[in-house]
């Protein structure tokens, strides 16, 4: 099979993934009724993974897709601005601190956590007008970390499974 066919249809099959991530994070209950918002970042597995094993623009035109089509499917335009927000905020770090080879999968993992959150926050004050919103960055740190942490090794664990795998 031509690599190229190949490729395109493994990163289809990717954004396929990252989609059902999505829809599956959409369904389940949320992580804490206290703090509303905080979510697991499922589909960054997905991301993480095309990031290391294809690279930063395809990761960018995975991440793109998906965000596209979860505001069409299960958002609306509101969804498409925090989203994007936090996720250019987020690959971009992630791109450039992956692009060092200084930090594993988690190290990449957990700062694209939080940066995604901090542009999802930036939105927020821009539109409520409202600096005040900045101090949930603290709660959103804390619970992005986690995640980070969790998707990370989530994601060495499928890399290292799928290195033989010729891509």
Do not use: C, W
């Amino acid at each position: 099979m031509n690599t190229k066919v190949k490729r395109t249809a493994l990163l289809g099959m990717v954004t396929s993934v990252a989609l059902v991530l999505a829809y599956l994070e959409a369904i389940l209950p949320p992580v804490s009724t206290a703090v509303p918002g905080i979510k697991m970042g499922l589909p960054n597995l997905a991301i993480i993974f095309v990031l290391y094993r294809f690279g930063f623009k395809d990761a960018a035109v995975v991440s793109a897709l998906r965000l596209f089509i979860v505001a069409l499917l299960f958002g609306n335009v509101m969804t498409l601005a925090y989203s994007t927000a936090g996720a250019v905020l987020s690959l971009t770090l992630m791109g450039i601190l992956k692009k060092t080879d200084k930090f594993s999968t988690v190290g990449v993992s957990v700062t694209g956590a939080v940066m995604h959150n901090l542009g999802q926050i930036l939105v927020a004050v821009f539109l409520f007008e409202t600096v005040q919103l900045g101090y949930y960055m603290i709660i959103l740190s804390v619970t992005g970390s986690i995640a980070g942490v969790l998707i990370g090794i989530s994601a060495g664990i499928l890399l290292r499974r799928t290195e033989k795998l010729k891509i």
